[in-house]
């Protein structure tokens, strides 16, 4: 049965802004709140939400202070690396650190390095830790807890590459429609027809001539019946089929071309060897070069390096990273945006971008054009 071991990944950072953005990414990145703790040298203890940790964190740090706090992470009799980091807290610094299992320890690291926490000198002593402005700030984040040391370092790790496929169906929808209705409805109308009708006239008229013979024929007894007739209106009706409404349905056949985007999981091997600037400078120049370009463009305007430092850093990780390698700042521009801002929400592009521009012509070896201060 597979088991996995807990490790506690510890890192220092030079303001609350870096850490903060640290601690965005790991929430983003499936790490539970709980899991994640922030301390500074105000003797404040906090989780992810950023308010004062209840935890076990928060109730050993209550008790037994900023060396209590520590106790718990590196145990009871390490001396050897507890003191370094509780200097560097009480220097003005921020601690995170996140509690992981050893199946994401790596992943862990990883985030936390990519925002550049300072690296605590083993070698100096504990007034000389964050003490001075020109520690190196780009070595990495760690030191597990006592029991991340015995985890397996052989354990082979997989990485899922999922790929979305496009499927396109087919459905009926109701596009509409016709409704005939029939009913019968009656008409008044109207036709001139003529009439004949006949009248029966009856006329005496006195006469003096001889009796004829004829005359004497008729003097019997005789019947004369004359009918009268009259025409009237015959009224018929017939139904006749004047009109034929006829319904039918055509079926027509169209091509229509579906368009959406799918998601696949792509995965950037870096080889980790010994880091140097690719202008040729090593790494503990940079921090110099960085500040020496804020005193000329932004030392009048009233602001500290410290809010621009995460700048410099973030443009000059940027310009090495696969993504972005060979392809020139305007093209990369809105992406680089869009994650600066999800990296650092309480920065803005507009007011950090030429700090990031510079970063990143450090790497690429292209001038920085000069900026003015804000």
Do not use: C
Not at 228 to 234: D, G, H, Q, R, S
Not at 295 to 304: C, D, F, L
Not at 331 to 348: F, G, M
């Amino acid at each position: 049965m597979a088991t996995s071991t807990q490790a506690t990944v510890v890192a220092v950072f030079r303001n609350a802004s870096d850490a903060q953005a640290a601690e965005d990414e790991l929430l983003a990145s499936g790490f539970s709140e709980e899991d994640i703790y922030i301390s500074s040298a105000d003797g404040a203890s906090t989780g992810a939400t950023g308010s004062t940790e209840t935890g076990s964190y928060g109730a050993e740090h209550h008790e037994g202070g900023i060396t209590g706090w520590f106790k718990r992470i590196f145990g009871q009799d390490d001396e050897s690396e507890r003191p370094y980091y509780e200097s560097a807290v009480r220097s003005g610094n921020v601690l995170l650190s996140v509690d992981a299992g050893s199946e994401n320890v790596d992943s862990a690291a990883e985030i936390l390095n990519r925002h550049s926490p300072l690296n605590v000198q083993r070698e100096g002593t504990q007034s000389e830790v964050g003490a001075s402005d020109t520690q190196e700030r780009f070595s990495g984040a760690g030191v597990p807890s006592a029991s991340a040391t015995n985890a397996p370092r052989d354990q082979s790790r997989a990485i899922p590459v999922v790929e979305e496929e496009l499927r396109v169906g087919k459905r009926a929808v109701l596009r509409g429609g016709v409704r005939v209705y029939s009913r019968v409805v009656e008409q008044p109308v109207g036709q001139t027809v003529n009439l004949q009708e006949e009248r029966v006239r009856v006329d005496r008229q006195r006469v003096n001539r001889p009796v004829s013979e004829s005359d004497l024929r008729t003097g019997q007894d005789e019947v004369i019946e004359v009918q009268e007739y009259a025409e009237e209106p015959v009224v018929s009706k017939e139904a006749r089929v004047v009109e034929e409404v006829r319904i039918d349905k055509e079926a027509t056949q169209r091509t229509q071309k579906v368009k959406d985007t799918v998601r696949r999981t792509e995965v950037n091997v870096e080889n980790l060897g010994e880091q140097h600037t690719r202008s040729g400078s090593s790494r503990d120049n940079l921090d110099e070069d960085f500040r020496s370009n804020f005193t000329s463009n932004y030392g009048a305007s009233g602001e500290t390096y410290d809010t621009y430092a995460p700048a410099y850093r973030y443009g000059y990780d940027m310009a090495g990273d696969p993504r972005y390698q060979g392809r020139n700042f305007s093209d990369v521009e809105q992406d680089l945006r869009s994650d600066y801002a999800r990296r650092y929400p309480n920065s803005t592009w507009e007011k950090m971008k030429s700090s990031i521009q510079y970063g990143w012509n450090k790497v690429t070896g292209r001038s920085s054009s000069a900026t003015t201060a804000r």
